[in-house]
């Protein structure tokens, strides 16, 4: 079954086609890779998904109710967190603190609702930080807590806003390029986080260029050229597709088999 659905989704920008009749789905529990090269309408076709811009033509459906047009924060708190391809934490706030933001996003209060308050109800605010501190344990920062994100590698800003981004309880998790700019060991372990996830019943959408890493973590692969999709399928049949070859993999799609 989807749990989202992409029906015949166009996005225009003035004269610019970013879209074209974009229909595909992403199947519950499932990890599902978005590839395609540089201007290929990735950008596009999530902001769509998560409320940043609005749709020219089409639906977009979260388990068979439409979305498309919604604000962003309605949306999240429907269940659609992602995380960024450039990693965005308050630098002024604590590991917890950061994490504690989309708890409060989820339930209504906006990011402002993280932060201390007089009167606040206490029992709600443990239960939010004992949430957030059980993440931070599953993803193994939780030593982290109390540290600033400018005192922590790059690849743990990546973790602390994946868990900001898990905190709300997605149905679906958008990763913008989790994998880019992280060390060989860092890769690994960012993606055993997410083969767990899956397991956990997580739906990840996720958008990748590194093919060895799209290939060895997802179930399904869509692919995207000049706005429209060319492909739609298993990383075999993928590999095997002469179109997608030509257009975006060539010859790397051999190396990343190996």
């Known amino acids: 079954m989807d749990v989202l659905t992409l029906d015949n989704v166009s996005k225009d920008f003035g004269g610019l086609h970013a879209l074209r009749d974009v229909t595909c789905g992403i199947p519950e529990g499932t990890i599902t890779s978005l590839i395609g ?3 290929a309408g990735k950008s596009t076709l999530t902001s769509l998904i998560c409320g940043i811009h609005k749709t020219s033509h089409g639906r977009i459906l979260l388990r068979g109710k439409a979305i498309q047009g919604l604000p962003a924060h309605v949306i999240k708190r429907l269940g659609v967190a992602r995380t960024f391809q450039i990693v965005q934490l308050f630098s002024n706030m604590t590991v917890l603190e950061n994490v504690q933001i989309g708890a409060h996003v989820k339930y209504g209060d906006g990011w402002l609702g993280a932060l201390p308050r007089p009167g606040a109800a206490d029992h709600r605010e443990k239960e939010i930080a004992d949430r957030c501190m059980e993440l931070l344990r599953f993803l193994d920062i939780d030593s982290y807590a109390d540290s600033m994100p400018s005192d922590l590698s790059f690849g743990h800003q990546r973790t602390v ?5 898990l905190v709300a309880e997605p149905e679906v998790l958008i990763m913008d390029e989790p994998c880019s700019g992280l060390a060989p060991g860092e890769v690994e372990h960012q993606l055993r986080i997410i083969d767990e996830l899956r397991g956990r019943g997580v739906t990840i959408l996720f958008i990748e260029h590194n093919m060895s890493v ?7 692969i869509i692919v995207l050229n000049y706005g429209q999709k060319i492909a739609e399928g298993s990383p075999q049949e993928i590999m095997d597709n002469p179109q997608v070859i030509e257009a975006y993999l060539g010859e790397e799609m051999k190396h990343a088999s190996r």
């Open 37 to 39: 090269p540089n201007g």
């Open 214 to 220: 799209v290939m060895e973590i997802s179930d399904k």
């Open 161 to 165: 806003e994946l868990a900001r981004a």
